[in-house]
Structures are given as C-alpha cells and as structure tokens.
C-alpha cells in the first residue's frame, strides 16, 4: 500500500501523488502599495508578506486594496501573485 507523502493516507485517484503525479503549485498572493504617494521621501514600493491564494484570504487582499484606493486614490494598491 502506498502512502501519500503529504498527507500521510493511503493513495487515492484523486490524490495529487497518486500515479507519482507532481503536487500542484501553490499561488501565493499579497497587496503591495506606492509609498511614494504617501511621504515626501518617495520610497518606491513596499508590500506585505506573501500569504496563500484561497478565497478567504483573496477576498480579504481586495478589501484591503479596495480601502486603500479608497483613502489614498486610485493605483496606490494592488495585488501581486507568484507560484511558490
């Protein structure tokens, strides 16, 4: 019987590791924003932590761009997405 290295079960069809298929990539977002809008010193860009892409954590990002377009303008905030 083979055992799944993730999550320790027995392999099933669905598995990622059944058939010695590779695990998915992971999406990992995180909102970033201008600071140069926000002081005269203008740094470039600064950003949060990466954090991983699922619906609850997604919708908390746009809420978070969407206030913050909302305070500082338009363009200040976005979100990035990398596979980690």
Same mark, same amino acid.
Not at 23 to 28: D, R
Not at 62 to 68: C, F, L, S
């Given at each position: 019987?083979?055992?799944?290295?993730?999550?320790?079960?027995? +392999?099933?069809?669905?598995?990622?590791?059944? &058939?010695?298929?590779?695990?998915?990539?992971m999406? *990992?977002?995180? @909102?970033?924003?201008?600071?140069?809008?926000f %002081?005269?010193?203008? +740094?470039?860009?600064? #950003?949060?932590?990466?954090?991983?892409? &699922?619906? @609850? &954590?997604?919708? +908390?990002? %746009?809420?978070? @761009?969407?206030? #913050?377009? *909302? @305070?500082? #303008? %338009?363009?200040?905030?976005?979100l *990035? %997405?990398? *596979?980690?």
């Amino acid at each position: 019987m083979r055992m799944c290295p993730r999550s320790g079960r027995r +392999l099933r069809k669905h598995c990622c590791y059944a &058939n010695n298929a590779r695990a998915s990539t992971m999406i *990992e977002i995180r @909102v970033r924003w201008s600071r140069a809008q926000f %002081e005269d010193v203008g +740094l470039p860009v600064t #950003g949060g932590m990466w954090i991983p892409d &699922n619906p @609850v &954590n997604r919708e +908390l990002a %746009e809420r978070m @761009v969407r206030a #913050g377009d *909302e @305070v500082y #303008g %338009e363009g200040t905030h976005w979100l *990035e %997405e990398r *596979e980690a």
